[in-house]
Nanobody, 123 residues
Framework: EVQLVESGGGLVQTGGSLRLSCALS????????VGWFRQAPGKEREGVAC????????YYGDPVKGRFAVSSDHAKNTVYLQMNSLKPEDTAVYYC????????????????WGQGTQVAVSS
């Protein structure tokens, strides 16, 4: 059974940085496309960064381009979301998701989800 566990959220001031982690068990990231999503209160779930390592396909949402970056550690079976120059509008619960085929920022196309980690950016 595939399981995803996010960590690394917290409270940070505007302009600060955080790195979120997503550990995968029951598979490897070479077998799945991966997406980072976020959901703020009262808003729809939004694709932040989505990628397929085998296909070398990467997507970043317009609000985070140039500020967020994904990376991976195969030895730890973990992917990361480095978030820099954080803004109050980045405040949300961040989720890691995995899918069998690359689907970009479409949350309903992903098969497995983590429990989410809260990110709060104070002004």
């Amino acid at each position: 059974e595939v399981q995803l566990v996010e960590s690394g959220g917290g409270l940070v001031q505007t302009g600060g940085s955080l790195r979120l982690s997503c550990a995968l068990s029951g598979g490897t990231f070479d077998d799945y496309t991966v997406g980072w999503f976020r959901q703020a209160p009262g808003k729809e779930r939004e694709g932040v960064a989505c990628f397929s390592l085998p296909d070398r396909v990467f997507y970043y949402g317009d609000p985070v381009k140039g500020r967020f970056a994904v990376s991976s550690d195969h030895a730890k079976n973990t992917v990361y979301l480095q978030m820099n120059s954080l803004k109050p509008e980045d405040t949300a619960v961040y989720y890691c998701a995995a899918g069998v085929t690359y689907a970009g920022p479409l949350p309903h196309k992903y098969d497995f989800w983590g429990q989410g980690t809260q990110v709060a950016v104070s002004s």
